[in-house]
Structure formats: structure tokens, C-alpha cells
């Protein structure tokens, strides 16, 4: 069974930081593109940030300058790393291989005082 594995969630106080992290079979790695998405209760889930099998990234226009999405070919991994946090990131956040059905478990994030 194919499988995402997203790790790196947690508790943290408004203005803190986390890494998420996301593991991928080197296959799925290799051949598609990957996305971090989040939802938070009540709310849709929202793409965060997109990086291609190239490189390139894009994200979420709120999130510019706070979120950096990144990749380590070498480990099959994406991450996700979320500075400044607010409140209203807390969110359950997912990796995707995008164009797929492919989904992590999700990471609960959760920033509060």
C-alpha cells in the first residue's frame, strides 16, 4: 500500500515555528509533484504550498513570506517549514502527490497561548 507519512506536527505558541515533514516512496517522489494542504474545523481544505518534481514552488498568497516549502531528493522527502505562526494556521495538514489520490495521514498543528 502506497503511503504518505507527514511528521513534524504539534503545539506552539503564536509567533513559534515548525518543520513538517513528509515521506514518500521514491517512485511517487520522483514523478510527481507535491503539495502541502491544511484544514482547519469547519473549513475546506486549502492548498499551502506546491513544489514541482523541478524545484519551483508556489503557495498560498497568505502564507508568502512566512511558509517555505523544500525538498530533499536524496530522502524522498518535502517539507514545510511554518514561521510566525498564528493562530489561525492551526489546521490538520496533509502532503499530496498532486494529480493523484495520494494523501498523508495528516499532522495536527495547533498554535495557541
Known amino acids: 500500500q502506497v503511503q504518505l507519512v507527514e511528521s513534524g506536527g504539534g503545539d506552539v505558541q503564536p509567533g513559534g515555528s515548525l518543520t513538517l515533514s513528509c515521506v514518500a516512496p521514491?517512485?511517487?517522489?520522483?514523478?510527481?509533484?507535491m503539495g502541502w494542504y491544511r484544514q482547519a474545523p469547519g473549513k475546506q481544505r486549502e492548498l499551502v504550498a506546491r513544489i514541482t518534481t523541478g524545484g519551483r514552488t508556489n503557495y498560498l498568497d497568505s502564507l508568502k513570506g512566512r511558509f517555505t516549502i523544500s525538498k530533499d531528493n536524496s530522502k524522498n522527502t518535502v517539507y514545510l517549514q511554518m514561521n510566525s505562526l498564528k493562530p489561525e494556521d492551526t489546521a490538520v495538514y496533509y502532503c499530496k502527490a498532486e494529480t493523484t489520490t495520494l494523501w498523508g495521514q495528516g499532522t495536527q498543528v495547533t498554535v495557541s497561548s
Open positions: 521514491g517512485s511517487i517522489f520522483r514523478a510527481y509533484n
